[in-house]
């Protein structure tokens, strides 16, 4: 079985652009989970989805956001980039109630 | 909420020594826990997970840990280190919402 894929796997942006993030889980998975790491604040949950509805949010701003389509890929949408959101954004799928999370390989991002 | 402690940064052992990597949690009810293992540029890989029952819980790469209730612990161990597992590993607890808590990682370097 596939595991996780994201899409693309380096991005440059400069500060106030947007971009958009893709992620396909593991087929059968219907939960998808995004994760910000970076070297100071370490890896942070930002949202997850379910049925194409969050269900839970981290503690970021709203240019942070998010969808899931009805074959449970997902994509996270960051608008007006800061230097600050660079990171390695982590996708995880999970099958379904046991919180077992299977990460995809990441996407990372680089604000100039 | 749920939080975890790694109190060690980095830790360097030899090839062919044990390792023994400690975890503590913070969560008011029994937790679901995992161990991460995450090589440069890489996404996570999932080297064990605790639910329920035997307290001894068996990972790949021969990767064990023990749960211990009594001191909210949650700690990995290997008993010989090969050079392949040199990385960074992270302790997570989830409660059964689809959004994990890592701990800050340790990095492991293992010297011939």
């Known amino acids: 079985k596939a595991g996780v894929t994201q899409t693309p796997r380096y991005l440059i942006k400069t500060r106030g652009q947007q971009v958009t993030l893709s992620c396909s889980p593991i087929?059968?998975?219907?939960?998808v989970s995004w994760y910000q790491q970076t070297p100071g604040q370490g890896l942070q949950f930002l949202f997850e989805?379910?049925?194409?509805?969050?269900?839970n949010k981290g503690n970021f701003p709203g240019r942070f956001s998010g969808r899931q389509f009805s074959n449970s890929r997902s994509e996270m949408n960051v608008s007006t980039l800061e230097l600050g959101d660079s990171a390695l954004y982590l996708c995880?799928?999970?099958?379904?109630?046991?919180?077992?999370?299977?990460f995809g390989p990441g996407t990372r991002l680089t604000v100039l | 909420a749920q939080s975890v402690t790694q109190p060690d940064i980095h830790i360097t052992v030899s090839e062919g020594a044990s390792l023994e990597l400690r975890c503590n949690y913070s969560?008011?009810?029994?937790?679901?826990l995992f161990w991460y293992v995450q090589s440069p540029g890489q996404g996570l890989q999932l080297l064990l997970k605790?639910?329920?029952?035997?307290?001894l819980v068996q990972g790949i790469k021969g990767f064990e840990a023990e749960f211990k209730r009594s001191q909210s612990s949650f700690n990995l161990r290997k008993p010989s280190v090969h050079w392949s597992d040199a990385a960074e590993y992270f302790c997570?607890?989830?409660?059964?919402?689809?959004?994990?808590?890592f701990g800050a990682g340790t990095t492991v370097t293992v010297r011939a």
């Open positions: 995880a799928s999970t099958a379904g109630g046991t919180d077992t999370q299977y």
């Open positions: 087929s059968g998975h219907r939960s």
């Open positions: 989805y379910f049925s194409e509805t969050q269900r």
């Open positions: 969560y008011g009810a029994t937790p679901y």
């Open positions: 605790y639910f329920s029952g035997d307290t």
């Open positions: 997570a607890v989830g409660a059964n919402d689809y959004k994990l808590s």
